[in-house]
């Protein structure tokens, strides 16, 4: 059986790698934030790898799910607003450990969140799709009705 902080390890490096290719390939056009799919940059830049979306689960169960992420997000750090927090969580990723997190926070390797090439107006558009209420036929049946 392989060792959870092996598979840990193994999402960190491919949401890195996919997050250096994804930079790589990015024109560097100065694109607004709202021309930029938040769901799609979820996916292109790895955080689906390991995280559960409001659309999609992680591939592998590494972090937390941030599918309602509306729900908690302005409540995790006292005097940081929901967008702050997630915002800061993308940014520097050891500020704060989510108590959902059940994973390592030792060393590198140990299943950290790794810091992702993204730009501000990355940022702006993932935390806007993580934040924003769900669209389309899933929204009215979340299964909790």
Known sequence: MIPRSAWYAAAAAVAASTSFAAA??????????????????FRWKGCAGCHDGPESNGMVPAGPSLADAPSWAGD????????????????????????????SVGGPGAGQMPL??????????????????????????????
């Open 24 to 41: 790589a390939a990015r024109p560097d056009s100065g694109t607004p934030t709202s021309a930029l799919d938040g769901a799609q940059l």
């Open 76 to 103: 995790r750090v006292a005097g940081m607003s929901a967008e702050e927090y997630v915002s800061q969580s993308m940014r520097t990723p050891t500020a704060f450990i989510s108590p959902a997190y059940s994973g």
């Open 116 to 145: 992702l090439q993204l730009s501000d107006d990355e940022i702006d558009a993932i935390v806007t799709f993580l934040l924003s209420p769900p669209e389309g036929p899933l929204a009215s049946s979340n299964g909790t009705e």
